[in-house]
């Protein structure tokens, strides 16, 4: 009989940090370049569908970078584990890094601010025909954006809570797409023997 012999893998987790990393550098790289570079586009639809394109490259080509280097196979509960933190490392430390870039540079939230409500207020007037609802709604909208650079411990846990959420679910759906079993090698009896 033939057996089969695993050889040892590299660290997925330690694989999955290098690339964590990276995709935290592209990400940063890509706030400053929208901000600094093309500050029309800050906050708006157009921006939000480059960095969703970007994320799905990024994630797909990590996942099999990951799977890769790991040996080419691995099973849902390692892949979804893996898969979980190379999403959310780079969500956290995005959200800390634009929290402290507005500090550096406060115009990059006034930016923000400004183009976020201009296209919400657009969006809504064409719902909201009561002057006093679409205030309301404005105001909520203000509150929400300064919340977004200024959090509260409260904000930063629901903040958390979201994250986590969204990337249990985003990392079971992608485990499954991604996961690969090592195949099972069982050799047939020689027909001769008997």
């Not at 921006?47 to 990024?58: M, P």
């Not at 849902?76 to 190379?86: D, N, R």
Request: glycine fraction near 4%; charged fraction near 20%.
């Amino acid at each position: 009989m033939n057996s089969y012999t695993e050889t040892p893998t590299a660290n997925p987790l330690q694989i999955m940090l290098k690339y964590a990393l990276a995709w935290v550098l592209i990400d940063v790289v890509l706030l400053l370049l929208f901000y600094y570079i093309f500050p029309s586009i800050v906050g708006t639809m157009k921006e939000s569908i480059v960095k969703i394109i970007i994320s799905l490259g990024l994630a797909i080509y990590f996942t099999l970078q990951i799977r890769k280097e790991i040996g080419g196979y691995w099973t849902f509960g390692e892949a979804f584990k893996t898969v979980f933190l190379l999403f959310f490392i780079p969500a956290i430390i995005l959200y800390g890094f634009r929290i402290v870039f507005a500090k550096i540079d406060p115009q990059y939230e006034n930016l923000i601010t400004e183009t976020t409500l201009n296209s919400s207020t657009a969006m809504m007037e064409n719902f909201i025909t009561d002057q006093d609802q679409l205030d309301k709604a404005i105001e909520e909208m203000e509150k929400g954006v300064y919340v977004q650079f200024h959090p509260g411990f409260v904000d930063v846990l629901k903040f958390l809570a979201q994250v986590v959420v969204i990337y249990l679910i985003a990392a079971a759906i992608w485990a499954l797409i991604f996961k690969k079993e090592k195949p099972i090698f069982i050799e047939e009896e020689d027909s001769t023997a008997y």
